[in-house]
């Protein structure tokens, strides 16, 4: 079972940035597709980006494409999250998520079986 420990959150002013990193033991995750979820107070959570096995491939929410970028380390087990020009609609519990079960990530299939706690990140205004 993989465990995810997500960190970097915190509270930035609008346009501000943060680094949210997400870093994984227990096993290597390096041959699984590996994503970002967010959860704002009294609504469902939220898809936000993901990225292949080998990080060739990417994909985002409408809502933060060309603000936020995904990216991955396999040697440190890592997976990350840069967040640019943050807005307070962005404000959310972030939380990493590995598909246990593909290398890339398919809407209609995706099987994230592992979860992180979380970490809070607020936009203010």
């Known amino acids: 079972q993989v465990q995810l420990v997500e960190s970097g959150g915190g509270l930035v002013q609008a346009g501000g940035s943060l680094r949210l990193s997400c870093a994984a033991s227990?096993?290597?995750?390096?041959?699984?597709?590996m994503a970002w979820f967010r959860q704002a107070p009294g609504k469902e959570r939220e898809f936000v980006a993901a990225?292949?096995?080998?990080?060739?491939?990417?994909y985002y929410a409408d809502s933060v494409k060309g603000r936020f970028t995904i990216s991955r380390d396999n040697a440190k087990n890592t997976v990350y999250l840069q967040m640019n020009s943050l807005k307070p609609e962005d404000t959310a519990v972030y939380y990493c998520?590995?598909?246990?079960?593909?290398?890339?990530?398919?809407?209609?299939?995706?099987?994230?079986?592992?979860w992180g706690q979380g970490t809070q990140v607020t936009g203010s205004s």
């Open positions: 998520a590995a598909d246990l079960r593909y290398s890339d990530y398919n809407p209609m299939s995706a099987d994230f079986g592992s």
């Open positions: 990225i292949s096995w080998n990080g060739a491939s990417t």
């Open positions: 227990g096993r290597t995750f390096s041959s699984n597709a």
